[in-house]
């Protein structure tokens, strides 16, 4: 089945500082999700970026469907940041295969 | 607007017991898909509800079945519960392969 890895496992940020996390599936896809999940365990839904690029306040992704990757940026981070961000990627059926995670700690 | 709402919060079952879950999806929304997240890990796939139909399975055994019911909402049956079914239980609900938005979960200990 399509394997879906992210990266860096864990990031520790200062206050303030910008980041990158990166997704790479190995194989076409329907879809891309990117999620963050707070520390209570609620998944929250940051984009929905099957290609292209979009933007939502100090975050922002781009998916490249033909090189088979997507990326987070995070630009100004806040310790409201902290959490667990998740790529989702859903297969040629109705399947949605999640990764393992980044893990961002924010330090104030 | 209500979100995707999730009940029990919290449930504590015994080995060989069964247990149901239950979900209610964001106004609006046509499609449930239910996940097993453990500890530290992603959330796994179980299956997902579309036209109260199971249309996409992922590598759960038998013991999980579910339901969907005219009005949208969905139930998630687990039978003859094990200690490795100790997780937590998401459901997400969307308008049909549009994004998922998730509940807060049912997270189930096993004893």
């Known amino acids: 089945g399509i394997q879906v890895e992210q990266s860096p496992p864990?990031?520790?940020?200062?206050?303030g500082a910008n980041s990158t996390l990166r997704c790479n599936f190995s194989d076409s896809v329907n879809n891309l999700q990117w999620f963050h999940q707070n520390p209570w365990g609620q998944l929250i839904n940051l984009f929905y970026i099957p290609s292209g690029t979009k933007q939502?306040?100090?975050l922002s992704a781009t998916t490249v469907a033909t090189e088979r990757y997507s990326l987070l940026y995070i630009s100004s981070s806040q310790t409201t940041d902290s959490g667990v961000y998740f790529c989702a990627v859903e297969t040629g059926g109705f399947k949605t295969i999640f990764g393992a995670g980044t893990r961002l700690f924010v330090k104030a | 607007d209500a979100?995707?709402?999730q009940s029990p919060t919290h449930l504590i079952k015994t080995r060989g017991q069964q247990v149901t879950l239950r979900c209610s999806p964001?106004?609006?929304?046509d499609t449930?898909?239910?996940?097993?997240?453990?500890?530290?890990?992603g959330p796994q796939f179980i299956f997902q509800y579309y036209e109260e139909e199971e249309r996409q399975r992922g590598n759960f055994p038998d013991r999980f079945s579910g339901h969907q019911f005219p009005n949208y909402s969905s139930e998630l049956n687990v039978n003859a519960l094990l200690l490795g079914d100790s997780a937590l239980y998401l459901c997400a609900s969307s308008l049909n392969r549009d994004r998922?938005?998730?509940?807060?979960?049912?997270?189930?200990?096993?004893?």
């Not at chain 2, 964001?26 to 929304?29: A, D, E, I, V, Y």
């Open chain 2, 100 to 111: 998922h938005t998730f509940g807060p979960g049912t997270r189930l200990t096993v004893t």
């Open chain 2, 26 to 29: 964001k106004s609006g929304h």
């Open chain 1, 10 to 15: 864990d990031l520790i940020l200062q206050e």
């Open chain 1, 56 to 58: 939502n306040g100090r």
């Open chain 2, 3 to 5: 979100g995707v709402t």
């Open chain 2, 32 to 41: 449930v898909s239910w996940y097993q997240q453990a500890l530290g890990q």
